[in-house]
Every structure is written in structure tokens, then in C-alpha cells.
């Protein structure tokens, strides 16, 4: 009978603690190798992360900053990177360990494998521990300082109000084109942005020519130079001039223009403005676009601005048939607001607005018949075909307008000269009346939602409701959430 041999395991006992152990190279058990041997040794306990306060980013080495939430794979990226031993060891897994948000310490839990002794492997966790120092950026230094600034760019318009300027705010709010601004001034024609970096400042000079004709014009300043190692340091401003032509102004075009935009009239309306003039002749709703370039190639200016506008009273619409979108083509009957009770002056106009104004309803135009423009222009067009009036939109009742409204608009952080306040005030309730009734403009800005009382703001348009059964209002799911502690907002 023969029996299998049975192998038996030899065992050794370890030379530290005398514990029964395979063998190995090191003679000793894996508790007396942890014991004997820190594989976290070339690792430091503590470490430092430069951190500033201003614009919230931390340092990474040499003299990037950059931006990182608490707990963030991007602050984990930056605290690995600043440790020098772990490239001598290989690392399993890295975790933050919570600690109070303003106590400027942030601990990492790492646990790392190394080989130690010849096919033996010890894996070990450790803590670091990082303080945040406080430390101002470059960018920071510069703004706290005076005349810091690298780049400017100069937005300019030639006109007498600041509804394009408005209207240019919230179109900058909506697309954050004013992120990377160190500073905003107001001056009396437009808007002062400074940077830090050129490189913003053509940005933002892109942005412009995307939303507003605009003509553009760059200069540099040089500052200082060092002849050592040949570098100089200089001054960049761009700037920015926006055509002087507005939604509803009256424009004569020059009769070069007008034949090549497919041989429209000269006397158009501006209907709107984006990165090129949109222009309709109001007598046929033939529409055309006058590009920046072809402006600026043989510029014009408008013949009458809504500051022009005299208040009219329909009294009879009859409509002719065209119609383009909104627009219905009408010969519609009209007399001035001023001149009831004193004569029965009436005038003929043919209009866009067939589909928009009833008998009974106020509108707004330009006098031709009394109007004396300083134009050549329009002086040498045949005086027998001119219109004598030409409506630009309807006018609503002012009762109305005194009711508070439910939304609000955002504003930029800004410094502002001392400027006229009452003619400020003006502009900015025309641009809000604009917003009221243009439900196209609304689209390309953000509307929020106001803490006016809503219950009040229902029984006043009750009470209005016999005057006005069409008055333009904002309705609520075009407006946004309420803003944020950190926003700007007019009041």
C-alpha cells in the first residue's frame, strides 16, 4: 500500500516578533515591515497653496492662477502636483478629508504601494495637510494699483440719448462679454472697458461687431522698454464708433444706396438695428439691409430721431392688401392731438402699421409737411411724392405707464460721470417703453422678476382696462428667477 507524499509548508519565524512566517527576503512578518519601513517617508506631512482672495484662484507653479472649488477634482490636481515624493512611490487613491471652510486647511488622505524587499509589496495611507496662505495675483496687484491697465476699448456714438447704450448693457449681461473687465466708465457718448490683457480686449471688440455696426479704429502707446533683454511694454485702446442710426428713426439714403439695394426709396424707416441697418419704405413694406460696410463707405445720418415725434389721432384705417409679417400695408386718416379744437386739418398717410392702429388709437410720426431738414438729399427728391406724415408706432396711454412693473433689468457695475440724471431717466423709461411693446426686442435680453406686490400691479390694470385692452405688457414666462445677492440691479 503506498501513500502520496505529504508537503509540508516550512515556516520561519520572524526576527522581530518570533511570529511563524513563509519566508522571504526580509526574514520578518508584514506588521514588522510596516513597522521597520515608512514608504511614505519621502512624502511631506504639510504643505503650503497660495491663495487669492480677490478674484478667488490659487497658484499653481510657476505663475499660473488658476480658478477651483473647495473639493474639486482641479484643487486635488493642483494639491498632488505640489507634493515632490510621489514619484517614488506608486499612488492608489487620493480623497479630501472635510475640514471647516474658514479654517484655510485642507487635508488629502493618499494611500500609495511600493516594493520594499524583493517581491514584497506594502501599500500605506497617510494624511497631508495643506495650509492656505493668502497671496495677491499679478492681475489683482495691477487693478489695486493706479493706470494698471493694458487694454481699452472706447464705445462711441454720435446721438442724443443712451438707448443704444442700454440696449447694448443688457445685451453684454446676457452674454457675459464683460468677464474679463478689470473696470467700467461712463462718459457722456458711450462706455469706457478696460483689461488687463490685449487679448480681451479684441475679444470683446469681436463681440461688438457681432451685435452693432460698428467701425473700429486701434492705437498703441509705448510705456516703457528695456534695452537688456529687448521687450517693451505698451498700451493698447481700440476704438469703437456705433452708427448714428436708430430703431424709428426717419433716414434719407443717398441715392446711390438706395439703387443698389434693389432701387428702394430714399425716405425709409429704421425698423431695427443688429450687426447691420434694417430699413423698410413704409408706402410699399419693401424692406433692405445696409450692411456696416457699405455705410461706413458713404455715410449718412438720420433725418429725424424720436425725439421728432408728434402725436397723431387716428380717425379712419382702411387696408390695402400687402402685408409683410406683422405689417399690413393701410391708408390710414390722421390729425394732430395738438390741433383738436382749433382746426380740421387732416392728413392722408400711407403706413406699415394696418394691422396695429384702429380708428379712436393715438400713434406717433414725423411731420414732413412742417418739417425743415438741413439735408441735400432729401432736397433734391421730387417734393410732389413726398408723404406729408409718416406713422412710426402706436401711442398708449400715459395712466398706464405710471403702473408698476413686474420685471426688472440687470446693470453693470460701473463708474459714471456726473452726467445729466433727469435726461438719464428719460432715456432709460423710453428704452423700457421700447421693451413694453417690441416683443422681438425682448428676445435677444433677460428679464426677471420684480418684488413689486402682484396683487397690486392686477387691481391698477383692472381699474386701466377701459382705456387700453391692448397695452403692451410683459408676460410672466418670458420673465427669469429672481436675482442673486451678488447681482446689480436697477432700481
Request: proline share 4%.
Amino acid at each position: 500500500m503506498q501513500f502520496d507524499p505529504v508537503v509540508v509548508e516550512q515556516l520561519i519565524l520572524c526576527c522581530q516578533c518570533g511570529t511563524a512566517i513563509a519566508p522571504n527576503p526580509s526574514n520578518m512578518c508584514i506588521n514588522c515591515i510596516r513597522n521597520e519601513v515608512d514608504i511614505t517617508d519621502g512624502i511631506p506631512k504639510q504643505a503650503t497653496l497660495q491663495f487669492c482672495r480677490n478674484c478667488e484662484r490659487y497658484l499653481q507653479p510657476p505663475n499660473i492662477w488658476i480658478r477651483a472649488e473647495l473639493e474639486s477634482r482641479e484643487l486635488l490636481s493642483l494639491c498632488l502636483k505640489k507634493l515632490k515624493g510621489l514619484n517614488k512611490v506608486k499612488l492608489i487613491d487620493a480623497g479630501f478629508i472635510w475640514t471647516e471652510p474658514h479654517s484655510r486647511r485642507i487635508k488629502v488622505k493618499l494611500t500609495v504601494q511600493k516594493e520594499v524587499f524583493i517581491s514584497t509589496m506594502i501599500q500605506q495611507i497617510t494624511e497631508v495637510e495643506f495650509i492656505v496662505n493668502y497671496q495677491q495675483c499679478g492681475d489683482c496687484t495691477r487693478l489695486m494699483a493706479k493706470n494698471t491697465w493694458q487694454a481699452m476699448v472706447q464705445v462711441r456714438q454720435k446721438v442724443n440719448h443712451k438707448r443704444t447704450f442700454l440696449f447694448l448693457e443688457q445685451l453684454i449681461l446676457k452674454h457675459h462679454a464683460h468677464k474679463d473687465t478689470i473696470n467700467i466708465k461712463e462718459v457722456k457718448d458711450g462706455l469706457d472697458f478696460f483689461y488687463a490683457h490685449r487679448s480681451h480686449a479684441v475679444k470683446m471688440v469681436e463681440f461688438l461687431n457681432a451685435v452693432v455696426p460698428i467701425k473700429t479704429k486701434s492705437s498703441e502707446r509705448l510705456i516703457s522698454t528695456d534695452i537688456h533683454n529687448n521687450t517693451s511694454n505698451y498700451k493698447f485702446t481700440y476704438s469703437v464708433e456705433i452708427v448714428p442710426i436708430c430703431k424709428d428713426d426717419l433716414v434719407c439714403l443717398p441715392l446711390k444706396i438706395a439703387r443698389s439695394l434693389g432701387n428702394i426709396s430714399p425716405l425709409v424707416l429704421c425698423y431695427r438695428v443688429g450687426n447691420s441697418i434694417h430699413v423698410m419704405d413704409p408706402n410699399t413694406l419693401a424692406v433692405s439691409e445696409v450692411s456696416t460696410s457699405i455705410y461706413w463707405r458713404q455715410p449718412f445720418n438720420s433725418l429725424a430721431t424720436t425725439k421728432n415725434l408728434v402725436e397723431y389721432y387716428v380717425l379712419d384705417v382702411e387696408p390695402l392688401g400687402p402685408t409683410r409679417g406683422k405689417y399690413i400695408l393701410a391708408d390710414i386718416l390722421v390729425a394732430r392731438s395738438s390741433d383738436f379744437g382749433k382746426n380740421d386739418t387732416t392728413f392722408y398717410a400711407r403706413s406699415h402699421l394696418g394691422g396695429i392702429l384702429s380708428p379712436g388709437d393715438n400713434a406717433m410720426g414725423y411731420d414732413l409737411s412742417s418739417s425743415n431738414f438741413n439735408d441735400f438729399t432729401f432736397d433734391s427728391l421730387n417734393q410732389n411724392y413726398l408723404p406729408d406724415v409718416v406713422l412710426i408706432k402706436k401711442s398708449y396711454s400715459q395712466k398706464r405707464r405710471k403702473n408698476k412693473r413686474n420685471w426688472k433689468l440687470k446693470s453693470l457695475a460701473k463708474e459714471e460721470e456726473k452726467l445729466d440724471l433727469e435726461k438719464m431717466d428719460q432715456d432709460y423709461e423710453l428704452f423700457l417703453r421700447d421693451l413694453e411693446e417690441d416683443s422681438e426686442l425682448r428676445q435677444n435680453i433677460n428679464l426677471y422678476k420684480s418684488n413689486n406686490n402682484a396683487m397690486d400691479i392686477d387691481t391698477t390694470v383692472e381699474e386701466n382696462n377701459d382705456e387700453d385692452d391692448d397695452f403692451p405688457e410683459v408676460k410672466l414666462e418670458e420673465l427669469l428667477d429672481e436675482l442673486t445677492l451678488d447681482d446689480d440691479v436697477d432700481p
